[in-house]
């Protein structure tokens, strides 16, 4: 195919827990169905033997209604869009719609999104979104309420989309208000994940709290070997630094704002907080760490130095590569530890995807169109244990139930002991959905943050000054509205 331009889940409590705690509309928690006979017969007949095409042909709807159009999608560099682009002719064969992708970094690609939606320029008919984002984006009324093009039956077969079938947290960060503004391709949540070998030699027990991690990383801290005791994010940024303090924060009792939305995040809770991220990274972190994010914490780790990091626990199939990895066979995972509280937190992370308000209508057919075969349960299939190509996606994150279900995807996930159980487990009962606040003003509220939590790291300032700065800087942010 030519490249395109450029342990079973068994809880009842996975579905209604994560399903109760964020939300999630009716629509979302509808019974899955089987399409009809007569939706099936409804597909092109042009097409109806194309064995590659026939999972998405059972949809019953005209999918080439906006042929000969052409979308471009920003995604950052990452193994699940090279597989996307590489796959992405079988779109275009069954839609008759042209795909080109853009790669950018993260954060150079919410500064772009942002800048292509508020202009109105249309340049990208949708973007990999960040969940933070939402409340801004619909606010300014950037992107499409998705529950028109849900609703419309010559657009979408329901019970083919199938939106019961993903999994509730991560559907449910692309809605704001009760409606749906995205399609997730991708999910993650936050754990920690460590060295078996190194805590066996040690014999030091696995950590069940914060303060017991702390103590863990200070018994296995040893620098003259190259080995350090733990390490989390210090790289600058709203998804970034602003991904892993959060649930510390949460975990140690902050609220982010008062009833009169006054922040209130410079609380004690909100200093010790800091204080306790400060102190892990600046006494068992390497000195480099300031400047980290999660590809130079991942590459540490497989490289034997790190014991310990607490992050995103999808992307870690390179642990299991020997290709790759100093600690294939010495891995181990475990959800988030509890904090002062009693509570663990954990992150509810997606890479989704909207349709640009501001692009002609028949590209936004085009758009959604493109949403439903990406997000499918055929696609997420083709891209994760039915892929042959040599990419190799190999990454526990697949946003269909249906297909965590499968065993066939899950023996594709042997990263490490206990992985399966952290992934589910924290799935189950982790999850905070104030974890950081939904509100307009995130992407500002989140840069003065991220810049506060690293000018405490870099010891520039006390934690306490830090968040007290941050503070004003956000009261002032909220005034605007």
């Not at 620098?223 to 210090?234: H, I, S, T």
């Not at 497989?302 to 020997?322: E, H």
């Not at 100093?326 to 509280?341: E, L, Q, S, Y």
């Not at 244990?385 to 899950?410: F, H, N, P």
């Amino acid at each position: 195919m030519k490249q395109a331009k450029s342990e079973r889940i068994s809880r009842r409590s996975f579905l209604v827990r994560t399903a109760s705690g964020l939300g999630i509309t009716a629509a979302a928690t509808a019974l899955s169905a089987v399409p009809s006979a007569k939706a099936r017969a409804a597909a092109p007949v042009a097409q109806a033997n194309d064995p590659e095409l026939e999972p998405y042909l059972k949809a019953g709807i005209d999918w080439q209604q906006a042929k000969g159009e052409t979308i471009t999608i920003m995604v950052i560099p990452w193994v699940g869009y090279d597989i996307m682009q590489e796959l992405s002719p079988m779109f275009t064969k069954l839609s008759g719609v042209n795909v080109r992708y853009q790669i950018i970094p993260p954060l150079q690609l919410r500064e772009k999104h942002i800048l292509d939606l508020s202009t109105k320029a249309g340049q990208f008919a949708s973007t990999a979104m960040d969940p933070m984002y939402y409340p801004l984006y619909v606010s300014n009324k950037w992107v499409e309420d998705l529950d028109p093009y849900i609703n419309d039956p010559k657009l979408t077969n329901k019970e083919w989309l199938d939106l019961a079938d993903f999994v509730p947290a991560w559907l449910g960060s692309a809605q704001y208000k009760g409606k749906q503004y995205g399609l997730p391709y991708m999910g993650e949540c936050a754990g920690q994940v460590y060295r078996t070998d190194v805590y066996e030699k040690k014999g030091v027990p696995l950590p069940e709290t914060l303060a017991e991690f702390m103590e863990a990383a200070a018994k296995l801290h040893d620098p003259a070997n190259n080995l350090y005791g733990a390490v989390m994010r210090g790289f600058k940024g709203p998804g970034q630094n602003m991904y892993v303090w959060p649930p510390i924060f949460r975990m140690f009792g902050g609220e982010w704002f008062d009833k009169d939305d006054k922040p209130i995040f410079n609380s004690k809770a909100g200093v010790d907080a800091l204080a306790w991220y400060c102190e892990l990274n600046q006494k068992y972190a390497p000195s480099a760490a300031t400047n980290w994010n999660w590809p130079e914490i991942a590459d540490a780790f497989a490289a034997g130095t790190i014991v310990q990091y607490m992050d995103g626990i999808g992307g870690v199939g390179v642990f299991g590569d020997p290709k790759k990895s100093k600690v294939v066979g010495k891995v181990g995972f475990r959800g988030m530890p509890k904090g002062p509280t009693g509570k663990r937190v954990s992150t509810i992370w997606t890479w989704s995807f909207p349709i640009n308000a501001s692009i002609s209508d028949r590209a936004k057919r085009a758009t959604w169109l493109w949403a439903q075969w990406m997000s499918s349960k055929a696609f997420q299939a083709r891209s994760t244990y039915e892929y042959t190509g040599d990419k190799g996606r190999r990454s526990a994150d697949a946003v269909r139930l249906s297909i965590w279900k499968d065993e066939r995807y899950r023996k594709t996930l042997q990263f490490g002991k206990d992985f399966e159980k952290s992934m589910i487990d924290t799935l189950a009962s982790d999850l905070d959905p104030g974890w950081r606040p939904l509100v307009p003003q995130w992407p500002e509220m989140g840069n003065i943050l991220a810049t506060a939590v690293q000018k405490a790291l870099a010891k520039q300032a006390t934690p306490k000054a830090a968040l007290d700065e941050a503070a004003a800087q956000v009261a002032e942010v909220m005034k605007k509205g």
